[in-house]
């Protein structure tokens, strides 16, 4: 139910000396906007659009001392008549003794689901050199107790980054979803989640993408369906602004 590619695994941007308070410079404030389209929206290895395509983009407001805060939107599919998605963030970057930190709240909101699914989570990330790790925990949900995306679900995961000659780039990631629901009443929900994208920087045109990504949900769990073990395969072109 979010992006592949956003500001949770974005650049790591300059930060002000720990303990310091941060206040904002209106004039080396800035503002980016991004747009993508994407043949398929995964979220942790799950389609958001059964299948389909999606159109995406965002707009933040970043701040040399690390802030950053800004709003993601993408059309859904969920087969309930829920068709837009819109998660505003805020956070703070930066990096300590050459190691590089990213830490911040996210709200994934759907204004037309006939549901109450909407739910919020902290995330923080650590990252050296070509190496990231972090976690994404649930920390408030408008799901009932029991169900999945309620607070206290976790997701776990490691990523390695390789530049390569020619402006490609390739990206590797291993997740884990802890649902906190798992084994309740023969419940079974939590999967590892595998992604790899090879990329190329295409300059005033962007970025395109080649993207794999693997869940490993069996037919009968919470989240299975005919279709939810097969390896899946999407093409993603990105433009910043």
Known sequence: MKKNSSRLMAAIMSAGAIGAVAVPSVASAEVSAELSVVSNY??????QTNGATAVQGGLEYG???????????????FG???????????????????????????YYGYPDSPSAIDFGEIYGELSFGLFAAGLAYT????????????????????????????????GFTVGYYDFDADGDAGVDASYV????????????????????ELADIDETDALGSDVSDKPRFWLGWSKSF
Not at 42 to 47: A, D, K, M, N, P
Not at 68 to 73: D, I, P, Q, S, T
Request: charged residues 20%; without cysteine; negative net charge.
């Open 42 to 47: 995964l979220f942790r290895g799950v389609t």
């Open 139 to 170: 920390v408030n949900s408008e799901a009932d107790d029991g169900d999945l995306f309620v607070d206290g679900d976790m997701y776990y995961y490691g990523s390695l980054s390789l530049p390569l000659q020619g402006d490609y780039g390739l």
């Open 193 to 212: 989640h595998y992604a790899a994208s090879l990329s190329k920087d295409v300059g005033e045109f962007g970025e395109l993408s080649f993207n794999f």
């Open 63 to 77: 701040n040399p001392s690390g802030f950053y805060a800004g709003v993601w939107a993408s059309n859904v599919d």
């Open 80 to 106: 309930d008549g829920t068709s837009v998605e819109f998660d505003p963030y805020l956070g703070f970057s930066g990096e300590a003794g050459g190691i590089g930190y990213d830490i911040g709240y996210a």
